[in-house]
């Protein structure tokens, strides 16, 4: 469904993304892990069509994101990091408007906020103004707007930042259900939630893939770890993995 | 343009619109924007004083100064606010190509700008009170100062495209519009072609050609030329294609 070949970006003289490829086919899972500034949300841009890569090819269910950036767009849903919204419109009127431009129209687009409403446990906001929900709030906004059209490929920059242990639960185990018919991205941090959503992890440093498996063949990478926490201090920190192999 | 553009188009339209509705943006702008006309046009022009009671001269005079001021207002939210926001990572992953999103956007601030005007018409029932003016130059005059407005709100478009700062896109625009408001100044190009070298006042010459004041002010006489609303397309067509420009530096 997402197919990722040597994407490269350089930001002046900065290669912010180097040479990564990888694929997600339906009903997988997908941790993207890596320490801040490693590439992550720049990689995430380019596979959702904002950013234009440098070199390097992206296509989504087959189509292309550069030759036909409407078409692919068309079928992912996104929620950028920081879970950015319109301060100055209602829960429902952004969904709304987001359902618009994703060519929902009339009932069509009632049918669609009303559902993501329900699914994001929205409803008792649905006519609060953006700029006074809390951040949970506003991030499950931001989440019901990627999933409005149903999209077969979602991606997600770290979905569950800022959120309180409830809600963290009640973002993974959705996205472990809808895992089962779509291909996901996300992107995290929190490495218990790695083992509890993802059906496979890529680990990325400084612009490039350094690891990609199961949760389970990652921990075996390096021996002696008991933890995936382990095998990704050790893995994207070139130092500590020099001193240990002196 | 294909009925999903359209729709596309107008989605972006209307929140940017209602988005003016919202927020006391519009209220104040419009409150300004006819104090200041009427108030030019009664106490500065003396309408009242004079038995000449051509619109041209006393009251779409003044349009171009306070667009100068009051455009930028309108449109500095237009792109900037996306920046700031961040939103625009969602709008621009969204299966609406740039330019759909560009025209929406400069649509609703052209409309906005076409109620604040039609709320000028009092002055022109005085005038049909006092006198018996010719209808063709109030026509003309309402539509040069429209194509002045939404000129300067293309070029407000740009700069915002280019910097998530408000302010910053305000004080640049008001600038822009200053200068090339000035740059047709009769008493403005005399002065500047004495001050240059000689050889150099086909320069300045050139470059006074390009002022909106001159298309402006044949317009508002009431010579409806094509020659003159051309120009003006021209410059919001070029100011639009900068916006896109903009846009595509900050996702580059």
Same mark, same amino acid.
């Given at each position: 469904?997402?197919?990722?070949?040597?994407?490269?970006?350089?930001?002046?003289?900065?290669?912010?993304?180097?040479?990564?490829?990888?694929?997600?086919?339906?009903?997988?899972?997908?941790?993207?892990?890596?320490?801040?500034?490693?590439?992550?949300?720049?990689?995430?841009?380019?596979?959702?069509?904002?950013?234009?890569?440098?070199?390097?090819?992206?296509?989504?269910?087959?189509?292309?994101?550069?030759?036909?950036?409407?078409?692919?767009?068309?079928?992912?849903?996104?929620?950028?990091?920081?879970?950015?919204?319109?301060?100055?419109?209602?829960?429902?009127?952004?969904?709304?408007?987001?359902?618009?431009?994703?060519?929902?129209?009339?009932?069509?687009?009632?049918?669609?906020?009303?559902?993501? +409403? =329900?699914?994001?446990?929205?409803?008792?906001?649905? %006519? #609060?103004?953006?700029?006074?929900? &809390?951040?949970?709030? !506003?991030?499950?906004?931001?989440?019901?707007?990627?999933?409005?059209?149903?999209?077969?490929?979602?991606? +997600? =920059?770290?979905?569950?930042?800022?959120?309180?242990? %409830? #809600?963290?639960?009640?973002?993974? &185990?959705?996205?472990? !259900?809808?895992?089962?018919?779509?291909?996901?991205?996300?992107?995290?941090?929190?490495?218990?939630?790695?083992?509890?959503?993802?059906?496979?992890?890529?680990?990325?440093?400084?612009?490039?893939?350094?690891?990609?498996?199961?949760?389970?063949?990652?921990?075996?990478?390096?021996?002696?770890?008991?933890?995936?926490?382990?095998?990704?201090?050790?893995?994207?920190?070139?130092?500590?993995?020099?001193?240990?192999?002196? | 343009?294909?009925?999903?553009?359209?729709?596309?188009?107008?989605?972006?339209?209307?929140?940017?619109?209602?988005?003016?509705?919202?927020?006391?943006?519009?209220?104040?702008?419009?409150?300004?924007?006819?104090?200041?006309?009427?108030?030019?046009?009664?106490?500065?022009?003396?309408?009242?004083?004079?038995?000449?009671?051509?619109?041209?001269?006393?009251?779409?005079?003044?349009?171009?100064?306070?667009?100068?001021?009051?455009?930028?207002?309108?449109?500095?939210?237009?792109?900037?606010?996306?920046?700031?926001?961040?939103?625009?990572?969602?709008?621009?992953?969204?299966?609406?190509?740039?330019?759909?999103?560009?025209?929406?956007?400069?649509?609703?601030?052209?409309?906005?700008?076409?109620?604040?005007?039609?709320?000028?018409?009092?002055?022109?029932?005085?005038?049909?009170?006092?006198?018996?003016?010719?209808?063709?130059?109030?026509?003309?005059?309402?539509?040069?100062?429209?194509?002045?407005?939404?000129?300067?709100?293309?070029?407000?478009?740009?700069?915002?495209?280019?910097?998530?700062?408000?302010?910053?896109?305000?004080?640049?625009?008001?600038?822009?519009?200053?200068?090339?408001?000035?740059?047709?100044?009769?008493?403005?190009?005399?002065?500047?072609?004495?001050?240059?070298?000689?050889?150099?006042?086909?320069?300045?010459?050139?470059?006074?050609?390009?002022?909106?004041?001159?298309?402006?002010?044949?317009?508002?006489?009431?010579?409806?030329?094509?020659?003159?609303?051309?120009?003006?397309?021209?410059?919001?067509?070029?100011?639009?294609?900068?916006?896109?420009?903009?846009?595509?530096?900050?996702?580059?």
């Amino acid at each position: 469904m997402i197919q990722v070949k040597n994407l490269i970006k350089v930001f002046g003289t900065k290669v912010a993304v180097d040479d990564v490829s990888f694929s997600v086919e339906k009903g997988e899972v997908l941790g993207f892990l890596g320490p801040n500034g490693a590439g992550k949300s720049t990689t995430m841009r380019m596979v959702t069509g904002y950013f234009r890569p440098t070199s390097g090819s992206v296509s989504i269910c087959g189509i292309d994101m550069l030759e036909e950036p409407e078409l692919a767009k068309q079928r992912l849903g996104y929620l950028p990091e920081n879970a950015p919204l319109y301060s100055d419109m209602t829960v429902a009127s952004f969904l709304g408007f987001c359902a618009e431009l994703r060519g929902m129209h009339g009932a069509a687009r009632t049918r669609a906020i009303d559902r993501v +409403l =329900d699914l994001c446990f929205l409803d008792s906001v649905r %006519n #609060q103004s953006v700029d006074t929900l &809390s951040k949970g709030y !506003r991030h499950r906004t931001c989440f019901a707007q990627s999933i409005i059209h149903d999209p077969d490929v979602l991606i +997600l =920059d770290e979905p569950t930042d800022g959120l309180d242990p %409830n #809600q963290k639960h009640e973002v993974r &185990s959705m996205i472990k !259900r809808m895992g089962k018919d779509k291909a996901i991205i996300f992107s995290t941090h929190i490495l218990e939630e790695v083992e509890a959503a993802c059906s496979r992890a890529i680990i990325i440093d400084r612009g490039k893939v350094v690891a990609d498996g199961t949760p389970e063949s990652l921990k075996k990478l390096v021996p002696g770890a008991n933890s995936l926490d382990e095998v990704f201090r050790i893995i994207t920190n070139p130092d500590t993995a020099v001193k240990k192999a002196a | 343009m294909s009925n999903r553009a359209i729709q596309n188009t107008l989605a972006v339209f209307k929140r940017e619109f209602l988005a003016y509705f919202n927020s006391p943006v519009f209220y104040v702008i419009v409150v300004i924007f006819l104090l200041a006309t009427n108030g030019f046009t009664f106490f500065f022009s003396r309408l009242l004083d004079s038995d000449d009671v051509s619109l041209a001269t006393r009251f779409f005079v003044w349009h171009p100064w306070i667009y100068t001021v009051l455009a930028p207002a309108v449109g500095m939210r237009l792109w900037s606010e996306e920046h700031r926001l961040g939103t625009i990572e969602l709008l621009m992953t969204m299966p609406v190509s740039p330019w759909q999103a560009i025209l929406g956007k400069f649509f609703a601030a052209s409309v906005i700008w076409l109620i604040a005007l039609a709320l000028t018409f009092p002055i022109v029932g005085t005038v049909a009170y006092l006198g018996d003016p010719d209808s063709g130059p109030i026509i003309s005059g309402y539509v040069a100062s429209y194509l002045y407005a939404m000129t300067c709100l293309a070029v407000t478009s740009a700069i915002s495209a280019f910097t998530r700062s408000q302010v910053v896109c305000f004080i640049i625009s008001v600038a822009f519009c200053l200068v090339i408001a000035l740059i047709g100044d009769p008493g403005l190009t005399q002065t500047v072609v004495n001050a240059v070298p000689n050889g150099m006042e086909g320069v300045v010459q050139f470059i006074s050609f390009f002022s909106f004041m001159d298309h402006f002010f044949e317009m508002t006489k009431g010579i409806f030329v094509l020659r003159d609303v051309l120009y003006f397309v021209s410059v919001i067509v070029v100011a639009l294609l900068v916006t896109d420009l903009g846009l595509r530096s900050k996702r580059a």
